[in-house]
């Protein structure tokens, strides 16, 4: 008890907003001693993914069981923008086997925060479908003067039986006035899981290892100085959906922040930080049979960056500046070896360097006491250079005349009205526009093979960008004298110039198997639309139930679906919290997928409906969490389960947390 007061008058120096639902915002708690917000049932122990599964509007696209790559509003990665405390980073496998999140570990994390379509945080950019900041757990400043220091430290181990998953990690925290460091490291292996039936599911074990420390020291009463260090590497990785698994995936992280709190001032705080993060990913076919042509394909990122923030407050703006700047290289090759014959070799990524900068601008405008207004904006310019001339020729002989350089401006502009009705009613309405560059891959890939259609991609440095118009509304109903609301949330996005692959029938391909070639390209317009409906009721105290569905809907210019378009989803959970015991039972499903996008090579997926059971008790210092997913062993795949790798069957967890 005395920790957890101890604790709480850890006060960290000013970085987090408070979360705001009508704002569409979300956020999901990894670590915190705090009651109250979104978390995952498996509690720190769970992986970056099982966590983003929280958020609303998230959805995961699955190559295997590690690394998922997050949809928001039904727009992967290219449209997304994926930040940690602020910094960029650029996954590096041509075959997105390495989203961004899967080089940090729940425990770097504080917590993973959602910002829904164009309004993004201040250093996103190209963030059409919405932004997430992955929030460092930092242990923060002691303002408490009668204490000299305070230290913790914490403990995880986990099992799960399907696949033999086992996690361990430990991490530990020492805080004083001047001073704070916290660190830890991790582990987690998984064998090959199990399908339901007990089915099992060749190549998609894992093994990843995390180190991490994040330390402060305050140099002046308002001025302090901030530093992260992560080490992130996963090996053996495997991907059933795909032709080739990844032997090491290694990622180095590290920033230096200065931030200076503002007294007496309409300024509040002023955080400048430069950042350096390097990820090497290398793919391997050497443990898959029949291999008829080994490959080597190895990329690498490299970014280094700095932002500059400042947060004011002034009557009723509370407003924010950020300059922001980052240089990235990204480089992948392919080298085949044909039995008998000479090894072929190509470049899929020229090696691009990418030099970005922009300036954003919010304000929060509480214009009275039911109603607010919040305004957003950036302009980004860019630059963009192929310094592999070996790249640069190969894509020129498709496009003769193509130059070395590119130039992209892009910009997002968002406004959002809130307004509440008594206690009753709770209102959001939302526009903006926004646009963003294409990726490297959309610009300047070369034959690179996508096992979702079969097909092999080349990118069009002709591309213009791409922009989308998007409307929001969500509204939030509490029935009166009832522990009853109603919550509904709906957005559209009206896209120009939308990026997609398109067939070039007077090319072949280049990948044993390959159905053709396609040629990124912009197509007139596009649209996406999600709404879901929740309901949230607490009967009496420590019950609760809630029901939550969503349907959504993509077409292009032809009027015929988009691939990778959720169908029908629907989840339902019920829990009972009594003292230290905490109980929940969840159903959760897909209706069929009916309005896959046929013309892109997409086919549909039957309906499942699954049920997770889990408890978690509170024994003094040590917290259990048990559980069993999939109750009934149901053999099904997602929508999004890349080229339909069958999901987990019944797994059983249990999951032991200590802290002192
Ligand atoms: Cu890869």
Redesign the pocket.
Known sequence: MMLETVLLSIILMSDTVPVEKARNLDEVVIVSHREGGKRSVKGQVATIDEHLQELNHVELVRRGSYAWEPTVNNMQTERLSTTIDGMKIFY???????PVTSYVESGNLQSITLNSGLNGNPQATGNIGGALDLRLRKVGFLRDDNIRGISEWNAQVGYETNGNVQVYGTDGAYSSRRFYVNGGAFFRHADNYKAGGNKKVDFSKFQKVNAFVNSGYQIAANDAIEGTFIYDRASDVG?PA?N?D?SK?EAFITSLAYKHLFEDSKLESWETKGYYNHIT???DDTTRPDVEIHMD?P?ESWTAGVYSLLSGTYGRHQTQLNIDGYYNRLFADMTMYPGGAAPMYMVTWPDVGTTNVGAALSDDIRLGDASSLHLSGKLSWQHQRLNNEEGYKALSVFFPGMKQTYHQTTGRIAANYNFSFFQFLNCSFGAGWGSRAPTVTEAYGYYLNNTFDQYDYIGNPRLKNESAVEISGAAKFSVPNSQLSISLDANAFFFSNYIIGQFENRLSAMTVGAEGVKVYGNIDHATIANVSLSTDWHPVKGLRWDVKGTYSLGRDDEGDNLPLIAPFTYQSRLSYAKGPLNLQAEVKGHARQSKFGGKYGETGTAAWTIVNLSACYQLSIVNIRAGVENLFDKYYATYSDWCHIPQKGRNIYMNLSFGL
């Open positions: 590096a496998c041509t075959d997105k086997m390495d991907y795909l080739m990844v995936a990913h290398v793919m394909m990329g």
